[in-house]
């Protein structure tokens, strides 16, 4: 669990486009914010730069007491969950889960037990031996998730996660993210064009507008404005 900070972040692509602009946030421990706005409003340069995917032009994130502008993605403590899943085809699901784990040098036992419990809490136990082309859209989800879960990070960094499942399961994983983050209360930064799923899964929702922030405020306050 950990604040995220921006302080005056902005990002000028190579190119010269202007993506995000002067952006400023303070995302509380175990807060669950949602960026909303248009395609091209910069929802996406947002995350990644706080992800460490991409790297910032101006301004400062800070994730926990840790400034991470400088810091290589891997030495950040969070978790990204994919539109794509991003799962490792040749591996199975127990595999998948373990691999970051196994990276950073977390004993065996200690492996297994996260792994373990990532798979009771999203139902997993069936599929542990399956690899990623055996398992439906919906389970592929909730192994990208449970990869993140097992890590134990500071934040959850979510990049429109359910935007490749049918509308039915949309709105079950919707759910099960919600409860699975109130239940671990990991700071939670998520990314979707859905009003719907911001207005579910917000406490707090930021609306981005050609690169700057229009808007901060729960879902009652943005959605049903006099
Ligand atoms: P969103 O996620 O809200 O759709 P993006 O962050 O993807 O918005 O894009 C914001 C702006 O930055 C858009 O104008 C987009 O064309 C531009 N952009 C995104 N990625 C790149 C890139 N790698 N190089 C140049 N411009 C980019």
Do not use: W
């Amino acid at each position: 669990m950990a604040e995220i900070t921006l302080k005056n972040v902005g990002k000028t692509y190579a190119g010269g486009v202007t993506a995000v602009s002067e952006v400023n946030l303070e995302i509380r421990d175990g807060e669950f914010i949602v960026l909303v706005g248009p395609s091209g409003c910069g929802k996406s340069t947002l995350l990644r730069m706080v992800a460490g995917l991409e790297e910032i032009s101006t301004g400062e994130v800070a994730i926990g007491a840790r400034v991470v502008n400088k810091i290589e993605p891997s030495e950040r403590d969070i978790a990204m969950v994919f539109q794509n899943y991003a799962l490792y085809p040749h591996m199975t699901v127990r595999e998948n889960m373990a691999y970051g784990l196994k990276n950073r040098k977390t004993p065996k036992g200690e492996i297994e037990a996260r792994v373990a419990e990532a798979a009771r809490m999203l139902e997993l136990n069936a599929y542990l031996d399956r690899k990623p082309r055996a398992l439906s859209g919906g389970q592929r989800q909730r192994v990208a998730m449970g990869r993140a879960i097992v890590r134990q990070p500071e934040a959850f960094l979510f990049d429109e996660p359910l935007s490749n499942l049918d509308a039915k399961l949309r709105v079950s994983m919707r759910g099960e993210i919600r409860k699975l983050q109130r239940r671990l209360g990991t700071t939670a930064l998520y990314v979707t064009h859905d009003q719907l799923e911001a207005m579910t899964l917000a406490d707090r929702l930021v609306v981005l507008n050609g690169g700057r922030v229009e808007q901060v405020g729960t879902p009652l306050e943005v959605y049903h404005r006099p």
